[in-house]
């Protein structure tokens, strides 16, 4: 089991950052991918960002690409989430998620943090 904890989440005006992190810990030698997803009020939850645990490989959600930055530090088992630019749609709960090694689909999910950007 992956435990993942979300942190950095704050309420900001248009065109400010933030800076997301999601700690990992348990049997993290088994995640292969992880991610970022976010939920605004009456949506459903999207996807946002992901990278790949080894390689590094990135991918990004048109809307927030150029803006947001995804990253992982492998020693700490943490990930982040820089979001530049921040905008009022970016506003949403934003929950980090593992892909276990093997599997095909997210496993692991945090409890999310919020995001709140006043125009």
């Known amino acids: 089991q992956v435990e993942l904890v979300e942190s950095g989440g704050g309420t900001v005006q248009a065109g400010d950052s933030l800076r997301l992190s999601c700690a990992a810990s348990g049997r993290t030698s088994s995640i292969y991918l992880m991610g970022w997803f976010r939920q605004a009020p009456g949506k459903e939850r999207e996807y946002v960002s992901s990278?790949?645990?080894?390689?590094?490989?990135?991918s990004y959600v048109d809307p927030v690409k150029g803006r947001f930055t995804i990253s992982r530090d492998r020693t700490n088992y943490t990930m982040y989430l820089q979001m530049n630019i921040l905008k009022p749609e970016d506003t949403a709960v934003y929950y980090c998620a593992g892909w276990r090694l093997g599997s095909d689909q997210y496993d692991y999910w945090g409890q999310g943090t919020q995001v709140t950007v006043s125009p």
């Open positions: 990278i790949t645990w080894n390689g590094g490989t990135t």
